[in-house]
């Protein structure tokens, strides 16, 4: 595709929390709804600075892709596609099949922001220390609790 900014956008990333594995398949699904967003925000938007912020937290795992460029126009805001393309309602379908939530933000004239919200309890992969922790406490109260 072709990039239509004269001048290439500045790109940053912010990670708030502590990083987490998460599981395979929902990492797998994250990667392209933000490669997703992030395409339509260097080719499309015309904005000069594109960022992504990434939030780890025990309850939630969000993803939030902003630029300052032009905006979406409001008919495909709304309807979630152009004709012939299928990002936004790609997006939005993989949010959903995960169990969490997609927003999206745009007005002419002051950006677009896309904002992905999953629970941490389906995104986060377990510890295996804190598993095996768990299992030794377990077994060493199971062994305390039989009879001699």
């Known amino acids: 595709a072709e990039d239509t900014n004269k001048d290439p956008a500045q790109f940053r990333v912010v990670i708030e929390g502590s ?3 998460l ?3 929902v990492h797998l699904d994250i990667s ?6 992030l395409r339509n925000a260097f080719i499309h938007s015309q904005g000069r600075l594109i960022e992504t912020e990434i939030t780890y937290s025990d309850k939630l795992f969000r993803l939030r892709i902003r630029d300052d460029g032009k905006g979406l126009d409001p008919n495909v805001r709304d309807q979630g596609e152009r004709t012939g393309h299928w990002g936004l309602r790609g997006m939005r379908e993989r949010a959903e099949r995960l169990g ?3 927003d999206l933000w745009s007005e002419p ?3 677009t922001e896309v904002e992905l919200r999953l629970p941490g309890s389906i995104v986060y992969e377990a510890s295996p220390a804190r ?3 768990r299992l030794f406490w377990k077994k060493m109260k199971n062994d305390h609790e039989r009879p001699s």
Request: no cysteine; hydrophobic share 40%.
């Open 131 to 133: 598993n095996g922790v």
């Open 109 to 111: 004239g002051a950006g």
């Open 100 to 102: 969490g939530e997609l």
């Open 23 to 25: 599981h395979p398949n």
């Open 19 to 21: 990083v987490r594995v």
């Open 32 to 37: 392209r709804i933000a490669r997703e967003a």
